[in-house]
């Protein structure tokens, strides 16, 4: 797969998001493949743990808005939120962050039961600045995981978090080194997958219920994102983001 590569060590996944020119944006083949790489995951019964991140130096830039959709695309009618694939994975999921989390990036890293960071990661959700809104579950988790006015600023103001402080307020479990990152998360998947395996399917419901309650936070973020994906000021903000200019927001 292009946009996406699968590896597995002993009950360990590994997917990487692989499209480093476009700081693992996501298009919709990427998308397609994503999910995929997933379903393919979950169904494998020798797979107890799986660990997200991206190749290069970015984690993810969320949705690939460098170009139009392609109307015929099958994804196109009615998109699927971004992170779906990672909310029906039955199985523990570690975002290993190695770089930006921007948009849509910031919102798999939430989807994921626990996240740990190089110094160079950054989190932000930059999406009301080009007319719509998290829709990913970003309005929702970021409340979860960050406190109300630190998760406010960052969703109403594009503050960006630094992988500093994003261990100081407990987004993320721990910081390491670039040159030992992923011997440090591989260390914790190991942990992790020596586990009882119906143990972690059953802790990660239990935990899931506990972080997203009954969904309907995030069924109306969904809506929400609809909503503003029909209106003019969503359309302006991504032209805008295209031809790198200001956006000329008209409130409707």
Known sequence: MAGVIVETADAVGWVTLDRPEQRNALDLDARLELTE???????????????????????????DLSGPQDPEHPLAKDPQRLAQPLDDFTKPLIAAVNGAAAGGGFELALAADLRVATPFAKFLLPELSIGSLPGSGGTQRIFSALPSAIAGELLFAGRVLSAEDALRFGLVSDIHPVGVFVERVGELADRIASNAPLSLIAAKRAAR????????????????????????????????????????????
């Open 209 to 252: 219920v506990a972080r997203d309650g009954d969904g309907s936070g995030l069924a109306l973020e969904r809506s929400l994102w609809a909503q503003l994906a029909a209106s003019h000021d969503r359309e302006e903000g991504r032209a805008a983001f295209r031809e790198k200019r200001p956006p000329r927001f008209e409130g409707r």
């Open 37 to 63: 790489s997933f379903r393919a995951l979950d169904a494998d019964p020798a797979i107890r743990v799986v660990v997200l991140t991206g190749a290069g130096t970015s984690f993810c830039a969320g949705t």
